[in-house]
Nanobody, 125 residues
Framework: QVQLVESGGGLVQAGGSLRLSCAASGRTFSSYTMGWFRQAPGKEREFVSVISRNGGVTRYADSVKGRFTIARDNAKNTVYLQMNTLKPEDTAVYYC??????????????????WGQGTLVTVSL
């Protein structure tokens, strides 16, 4: 099973950009569907984006569509989340997660078996 480590979070002004990375250990990264989720203080964890094993299928939450882009590099065992035009409401801890199911590309966090520790993104006015 993979282990996941996120990086790239930080403080940015509204309208700015950040790129999150999630590095996976192990040789089976390409067999996992990968997702990004976030959790703001006092709120439930919510779906942000997901990408299929070969990158051919991607999905986004309506709140980030057109601003965020998910990508993966299976040779580097890494999934990315490019975040542009950030808004204060994007402030949250961002988690990457892995789903081993070979057919599923889901937005439901309950199906993701492996999680990173999270990286904090803070967007100021």
């Amino acid at each position: 099973q993979v282990q996941l480590v996120e990086s790239g979070g930080g403080l940015v002004q509204a309208g700015g950009s950040l790129r999150l990375s999630c590095a996976a250990s192990g040789r089976t990264f390409s067999s996992y569907t990968m997702g990004w989720f976030r959790q703001a203080p006092g709120k439930e964890r919510e779906f942000v984006s997901v990408i299929s094993r070969n990158g051919g299928v991607t999905r986004y939450a309506d709140s980030v569509k057109g601003r965020f882009t998910i990508a993966r590099d299976n040779a580097k065992n890494t999934v990315y989340l490019q975040m542009n035009t950030l808004k204060p409401e994007d402030t949250a801890v961002y988690y990457c997660a892995a789903d081993r199911d070979i057919l599923r590309v889901t937005t439901d966090y309950r199906y993701f078996e492996v999680w990173g520790q999270g990286t904090l993104v803070t967007v100021s006015l």
